[in-house]
């Protein structure tokens, strides 16, 4: 079972406890997941020991995880476990269950956003947004239209940008192409390594406002790994504290879904509160100043 | 004086523009005009030509370097005609159609090869033995081999080129397809690219063929004294077939039969392979030379060897000139077309 530990003091922005409710299935279940690299070797190193959450596949909406922690503590580790990536997959001890069965190598069910967009640097950005289409052999026409289609859901302007190549793309486009290649694949499962990272505050805002409304009709569970606090209190329904490594998840909280955009967000003292006690918790499970500016 | 000068807002109109151009020259990165530059280039062509001039002026006793170690550039120039009645342009020919020949073969061999061994690392760590060998062995130790084996027809020189870059071919490609970042491979994956063996094998059965037909063919009509009509009905002519559809299928069906390869290695490898084929094939059409010269039949190589014995020795600087013009033009032709094909780059390199 998760373990759930409510912050002391009153919510100020609700932060609650999760209902735990055995009968949903659940989509993603972590049990004492562990991870060490060239075991039995002088270089041994354990990235994470003893990993155990679970997260329920709630009927039409999915849950959005915001995953706090300090460098190096195996955030990464724990998402690309269960995208099926290695060398973190597969773990070492512990299971890794994914709708039910152990989780396999890597596959279109789990969409993947990384940091760096890894846009094909030789496809243009509809055949980027097509990709996923083309190996599964959607006919041509109809994999253009939906990529077409996905441009505009993801605030790009198709008919400007359609046929440029992703170097002629500034950071948060290509970080919206990357968006759009994930999710027309409907996806159950998304996966995002600080996909915000790069970007400058003014378009990080934007990226989360457009996040939030794709994914309120997509349906999907989203792990989002993130180092600015104030992202992951506006983004997250719940959010899971590592501990500096070899990490595990020491705290685990419901949070309130934003309501409004990103920058209006920042403005609420509740949120700000949120904020301010999420840091503290950082502070005592691992070494980030509570005091640390964030860009968002 | 001068220093302060050039410290004062009008320093830079006093100077002049001889002044100011001088100073550009001597500044780090500064990128002259195109104009310019053909400009320099040009001052470069005249300076050796005067030099040239100067050393070979005059006639006997007079002339700083004799006309038996150097023809002056007059002298030169005015026996192209001669050159030309010779067959310059046959031999020019021939000489790049072995080139051509062998370094196709070596290419149609080595790169498909060399992006395997850098996907699937293991046929990698097994012909890296044969690659390091191939690209360690003295190319000019490969003659006396080659006219061991292949006798002293085309086949010999066309061989000579292919074992000569095959083995280039091979690690520069084999490293291009490893030089794609993981990133790229991981996302492909999540995207849902997979293996799939129908179309890999549709694909390459049409490449095949193409290998097949050279391997029977292509080989007969290398052959001195061999009748295509009479070779068609030899077993030797259908084995080959066999062997080069083979070949097609072990090359191409791995990477064709996997969509992360496909549609993402292979790709993002390409403009990588054939900037190494465009560089690799500069290399080759001088060691064609090397074959042409030690054993004269036709080609340039061959000019140049019988204008060392029986003169006109001009001949011999206008080859080598011709040679340097012809590599260079095909090394544009090449660049030219790398940037039609893969214009998401930005190709600068000469
Ligand atoms: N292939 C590997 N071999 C050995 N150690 C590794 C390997 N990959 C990751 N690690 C180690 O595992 C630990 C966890 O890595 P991970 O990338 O998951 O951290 P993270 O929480 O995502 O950090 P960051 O916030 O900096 O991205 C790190 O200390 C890292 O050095
Ligand atoms: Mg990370």
Same mark, same amino acid.
């Given at each position: 079972?998760?373990?759930?530990?409510?912050?002391?003091?009153?919510?100020?922005?609700?932060?609650?406890?999760?209902?735990?409710?055995?009968?949903?299935?659940?989509?993603?279940?972590?049990?004492?997941?562990?991870?060490?690299?060239?075991?039995?070797?002088?270089?041994?190193?354990?990235?994470?020991?003893?990993?155990?959450?679970?997260?329920?596949?709630?009927?039409?909406?999915?849950?959005?995880?915001?995953?706090?922690?300090?460098?190096?503590?195996?955030?990464?580790?724990?998402?690309?476990?269960?995208?099926?990536?290695?060398?973190?997959?597969?773990?070492?001890?512990?299971?890794?269950?994914?709708?039910?069965?152990?989780?396999?190598?890597?596959?279109?069910?789990?969409?993947?956003?990384?940091?760096?967009?890894?846009?094909?640097?030789?496809?243009?950005?509809?055949?980027?947004?097509?990709?996923?289409?083309?190996?599964?052999?959607?006919?041509?026409?109809?994999?253009?239209?939906?990529?077409?289609?996905?441009?505009?859901?993801?605030?790009?302007?198709?008919?400007?940008?359609?046929?440029?190549?992703?170097?002629?793309?500034?950071?948060?486009?290509?970080?919206?192409?990357?968006?759009?290649?994930?999710?027309?694949?409907?996806?159950?499962?998304?996966?995002?390594?600080?996909?915000?990272?790069?970007?400058?505050?003014?378009?990080?805002?934007?990226?989360?406002?457009?996040?939030?409304?794709?994914?309120?009709?997509?349906?999907?569970?989203?792990?989002?790994?993130?180092?600015?606090?104030?992202?992951?209190?506006?983004?997250?329904?719940?959010?899971?504290?590592?501990?500096?490594?070899?990490?595990?998840?020491?705290?685990?909280?419901?949070?309130?879904?934003?309501?409004?955009?990103?920058?209006?967000?920042?403005?609420?003292?509740?949120?700000?509160?949120?904020?301010?006690?999420?840091?503290?918790?950082?502070?005592?499970?691992?070494?980030?100043?509570?005091?640390?500016?964030?860009?968002? | 004086?001068?220093?302060?000068?050039?410290?004062?807002?009008?320093?830079?109109?006093?100077?002049?523009?001889?002044?100011?151009?001088?100073?550009?020259?001597?500044?780090?990165?500064?990128?002259?005009?195109?104009?310019? $530059?053909? =400009?320099? #280039? /040009?001052?470069?062509?005249? %300076?050796?030509?005067?030099?040239?001039?100067? @050393?070979? *002026?005059?006639? +006997?006793?007079?002339?700083?370097?004799?006309?038996?170690?150097?023809?002056?550039?007059?002298?030169?120039?005015?026996?192209?005609?001669?050159?030309?009645?010779?067959?310059?342009?046959? $031999?020019? =020919?021939? #000489? /790049?159609?072995?080139?051509? %020949?062998?370094?196709?073969?070596?290419?149609? @061999?080595? *790169?498909?090869? +060399?992006?395997?061994?850098?996907?699937?690392?293991?046929?990698?760590?097994?012909?890296?033995?044969?690659?390091?060998?191939?690209?360690?062995?003295?190319?000019?130790?490969?003659?006396?081999?080659? =006219?061991?084996?292949?006798?002293?027809?085309?086949?010999?020189?066309?061989?000579?080129?292919?074992?000569?870059?095959?083995?280039?071919?091979?690690?520069?490609?084999?490293?291009?397809?490893?030089?794609?970042?993981?990133?790229?491979?991981?996302?492909?994956?999540?995207?849902?690219?997979?293996?799939?063996?129908?179309?890999? =094998?549709?694909?390459?059965?049409?490449?095949?063929?193409?290998?097949?037909?050279?391997?029977?063919?292509?080989?007969?009509?290398?052959?001195?004294?061999?009748?295509?009509?009479?070779?068609?009905?030899?077993?030797?002519?259908?084995?080959?077939?066999?062997?080069?559809?083979?070949?097609?299928?072990?090359?191409?069906?791995?990477?064709?039969?996997?969509?992360?390869?496909?549609?993402?290695?292979?790709?993002?490898?390409?403009?990588?392979?054939?900037?190494?084929?465009?560089?690799?094939?500069?290399?080759?059409?001088?060691?064609?030379?090397?074959?042409?010269?030690?054993?004269?039949?036709?080609?340039?190589?061959?000019?140049?060897?019988?204008?060392?014995?029986?003169?006109?020795?001009?001949?011999?600087?206008?080859?080598?000139?011709?040679?340097?013009?012809?590599?260079?033009?095909?090394?544009?032709?090449?660049?030219?077309?790398?940037?039609?094909?893969?214009?998401?780059?930005?190709?600068?390199?000469?």
């Amino acid at each position: 079972m998760a373990r759930i530990d409510i912050p002391a003091g009153s919510a100020p922005c609700e932060i609650a406890p999760v209902a735990a409710n055995g009968t949903l299935r659940r989509i993603v279940e972590f049990d004492r997941v562990s991870k060490t690299y060239l075991p039995g070797t002088r270089k041994e190193f354990t990235a994470i020991r003893d990993v155990t959450f679970h997260v329920e596949d709630k009927p039409d909406v999915g849950e959005f995880i915001g995953m706090l922690g300090p460098s190096g503590c195996g955030k990464s580790t724990v998402l690309r476990l269960i995208a099926g990536l290695a060398p973190h997959f597969p773990a070492t001890s512990g299971t890794v269950l994914v709708d039910g069965v152990p989780a396999e190598g890597p596959g279109p069910d789990r969409g993947f956003v990384f940091q760096d967009y890894a846009n094909f640097p030789n496809r243009t950005v509809l055949d980027n947004v097509a990709f996923g289409l083309e190996c599964a052999h959607v006919p041509q026409k109809e994999r253009l239209e939906r990529a077409w289609e996905w441009l505009g859901k993801v605030g790009l302007n198709a008919k400007n940008d359609a046929y440029k190549f992703p170097y002629q793309l500034s950071g948060g486009m290509n970080q919206r192409v990357a968006i759009a290649r994930t999710l027309i694949l409907g996806p159950r499962i998304i996966l995002m390594d600080e996909p915000f990272g790069a970007l400058d505050p003014g378009t990080r805002q934007n990226m989360q406002d457009l996040l939030v409304a794709l994914w309120k009709e997509l349906e999907a569970t989203v792990f989002f790994v993130t180092h600015d606090v104030g992202e992951a209190v506006f983004l997250a329904d719940r959010l899971y504290i590592f501990s500096p490594s070899p990490g595990s998840i020491v705290q685990q909280m419901a949070i309130t879904p934003p309501d409004r955009k990103s920058v209006e967000m920042q403005a609420v003292p509740a949120f700000q509160q949120s904020v301010r006690e999420v840091r503290h918790l950082l502070d005592q499970a691992g070494r980030v100043s509570p005091t640390a500016p964030t860009p968002a | 004086m001068a220093d302060l000068d050039s410290k004062t807002p009008g320093a830079a109109r006093r100077r002049g523009w001889l002044g100011n151009w001088w100073q550009r020259v001597g500044t780090l990165r500064d990128v002259p005009t195109q104009l310019e $530059g053909m =400009l320099l #280039s /040009l001052a470069c062509i005249v %300076g050796v030509l005067v030099i040239w001039w100067i @050393i070979t *002026v005059g006639d +006997g006793d007079h002339r700083l370097v004799d006309a038996y170690t150097l023809p002056s550039p007059a002298a030169t120039f005015a026996s192209f005609p001669l050159l030309w009645e010779r067959g310059l342009s046959l $031999g020019a =020919l021939t #000489s /790049l159609s072995r080139v051509f %020949g062998g370094f196709l073969m070596a290419a149609a @061999i080595g *790169v498909p090869l +060399g992006l395997i061994s850098g996907s699937y690392l293991r046929v990698g760590a097994f012909f890296k033995p044969v690659s390091i060998f191939g690209r360690n062995v003295p190319i000019a130790a490969l003659i006396p081999l080659t =006219l061991i084996w292949f006798g002293t027809a085309d086949v010999q020189k066309v061989m000579f080129i292919f074992l000569a870059a095959v083995a280039f071919i091979h690690f520069d490609s084999s490293s291009a397809a490893r030089a794609v970042p993981d990133r790229f491979l991981e996302t492909a994956y999540t995207l849902g690219a997979r293996r799939n063996w129908t179309k890999g =094998l549709r694909l390459c059965v049409i490449i095949a063929l193409a290998y097949s037909m050279v391997a029977s063919l292509g080989w007969s009509l290398l052959q001195e004294h061999v009748r295509l009509a009479a070779d068609v009905k030899s077993a030797g002519f259908w084995l080959r077939a066999l062997l080069g559809f083979a070949l097609g299928i072990g090359l191409w069906f791995p990477l064709l039969s996997h969509q992360v390869l496909r549609k993402v290695v292979v790709p993002m490898a390409m403009p990588d392979v054939v900037n190494s084929l465009r560089l690799l094939f500069g290399l080759a059409f001088g060691y064609i030379m090397l074959a042409e010269v030690i054993n004269p039949k036709h080609g340039l190589g061959a000019l140049i060897i019988t204008s060392q014995r029986q003169g006109p020795r001009e001949h011999i600087y206008l080859c080598l000139l011709i040679i340097a013009l012809l590599a260079w033009g095909i090394d544009r032709f090449i660049l030219m077309i790398q940037r039609q094909a893969f214009p998401y780059l930005k190709y600068g390199q000469d």
